[in-house]
């Protein structure tokens, strides 16, 4: 079992549509965790954190659901340059700074 | 400020032949990573230092792989004899030691061994 899975699509969704995606992790120890966006052919940039409490960063939301090991990533009022691999990264317990990334979801939003 | 570099930007080269790739983390980054991503496998962690000493080379995926960071400023990640399967993007990123675990990543090195 990977350590970190995702869904990887493709969605397509229309301009405008609210998109979620889903990730799980098999470490209940894992501590930290994110959301990173990467662009065809580029390199992987931070979207944003995810708190246990959740948190919101505009049209963006993510929550953390630790008694059910999964993250989860909202997208609201989506726009043509939200097309892109989304990545669910995990920091495992004891792993330091190292980043465990899943395989991505890819999200074309069709204007 | 200047981010993560990487060079060259695009490789080729035949198998066989060894291949040196380039990184400058951005300056006053005490951690740096060398990633490989691959359609088949992701996003793959092969070595981390932090400052400058290696932490964990496990990713590291044959004898065939190496990497240093002779200062602060610099890494190499050196592959002796390339093979085909080495084909990937490789990524360097860098973090803080004491900030948050953002990691920021270099813009990759393309390489292909025909």
């Known amino acids: 079992r990977k350590e970190v899975e995702q869904d990887p699509g493709p969605f397509n969704v229309p301009e405008g549509a609210t998109v979620a995606f889903n990730c799980t992790y098999s470490n209940s120890a894992s501590q930290s965790f994110f959301w990173y966006r990467q662009d065809c052919r580029k390199e992987p940039k931070l979207l944003m954190s995810?708190?246990?409490s959740g948190n919101e960063d505009g049209r963006f939301t993510a929550q953390l659901n630790r008694a059910s090991q999964y993250i989860s990533l909202l997208i609201r009022d989506s726009k043509l340059s939200d097309s892109a691999t989304y990545l669910c990264v995990v920091i495992l317990s004891g792993s330091a700074r190292q980043l465990t990334f899943g395989s991505g979801t890819q999200l074309t939003v069709l204007p | 400020d200047a981010g993560v570099i990487q060079s060259p930007r695009h490789e080729v080269t035949e198998m066989g032949q060894e291949v040196t790739l380039r990184c400058k983390p951005i300056?006053?980054?005490?951690?740096l990573f060398w990633y490989r991503q691959t359609m088949m496998r992701g996003l793959e962690l092969l070595i981390y230092f932090n400052n400058n000493v290696p932490i964990d080379d496990s990713g590291m995926p044959e004898d065939r792989f190496s990497a240093k960071m002779p200062n602060a400023s610099f890494s190499t990640l050196k592959i002796q004899p390339s093979e085909p399967r080495d084909s990937a993007v490789y990524f360097c990123a860098s973090s803080r030691q004491g900030g948050p675990y953002e990691q920021y990543f270099g813009p990759g090195t393309r390489l292909t061994v025909t």
């Open positions: 300056s006053g980054h005490d951690y």
């Open positions: 995810v708190y246990s």
